[in-house]
């Protein structure tokens, strides 16, 4: 049993390498909020990867902040805790707010790894000891300053790359990308900004070879995305429709999609993630693990997840420096030369915060105490 004694929140804010445009709008920084969960003399340490704006998902930094502070931290201090499953039965009141239910999640793993002395893939059932990875392409100005950054990234050693479309922005330049690479792994995103009128567009991609299609309709549109893989051969793969191991089980029922990009953020945390990764094991049903921009800390918790023998398709989690020139934890990521990344050993997440650089990025700092008596 561990007494959660005090939280902290920080809402940080940090310079991306280079702009990232999707469908939903260009990010040129990135912020989140950094949770730190202590219990007995031990920290852990989580992130929550809601963004400043409402584009991937209704979740804000405000958002999450607010049911974070109100509700959330309220309902779990001074509460003694053994598992997840017990903080998740504390949070059970609590309607909906993935991200910021997933940050704290991910505080009390790091905290259970600490105290066990086991790093979080082990708790997870991983069995890897690295992954392998890809890059995910924003939307760039023009068809060839895409080529380049596309050719700058393969240079590095990624061997899977996902390019971000919009309606408008995506079949022209996806052939010239493909025309290019012809044997490279190559997927598209859309962030959910098509409609089923736009059909032609994906029947036209299908001949291009790609690994999948990700998430081409709305989020809460199961039933379209139905429609739209009957009339395709490409996997459809879903991320914004998928918040919960219901929704994938429903999604698989009526091929909606054939595979599933997990992420701890967007399910609620790192326990629901298994569950998703458990059925879609079940069903034979590919799944990988996608990324949110995260820092050094979410990584870590990412490459832990896809370190799971059912990830079997590259993940969105690349080396660090294709996202800040500092992060906020060490070590940093490197890509090996074999596209993959190594999956933390240490216990717990497997990083070190380096408060220094947490202080330089932070905009904000929350501090609850648990009521002592
Ligand atoms: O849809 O997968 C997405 C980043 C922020 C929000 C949503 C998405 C993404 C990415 C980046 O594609 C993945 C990464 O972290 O490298
Ligand atoms: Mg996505």
Redesign the pocket.
Known sequence: MMLLEAIELRHVRMQLQSP?E?SFGVERERDCIIVRLQSEGLAGWGECAASYYPG?SYETIGTAWHVLSEFLIPAVLGQRVSDVDDLAALLAPFKGHNLARAGLEMALWDLIGKAEKKPLARLLGGQRRSVPVG??VGIQPDEESLIKVVEDYVREGYRRV?L?IKPGRDLVELQAVRRVFPDLKLQV?A?SAYSLQDKPVFVAMDSLDLLLI??PLADDDLIDHSGLQKALKTALCL?ESILSVRHARQAIEIDACRVI?IKAGRVGGLAEALRIHELCNERGVPVWC?????TGIGRAANLALASLPGFTLPG???ASDRYYAEDIAEPRFELNPDSTIDVPDDPGLGVTVVEDALDDVTLRKGAFLAQSD
């Open positions: 990232f999707t991937y890059v995910s996902k971000k995103d962030n990700e998430q991320d990009n996608g990324g949110m921009l995260e969105d989690i690349s």
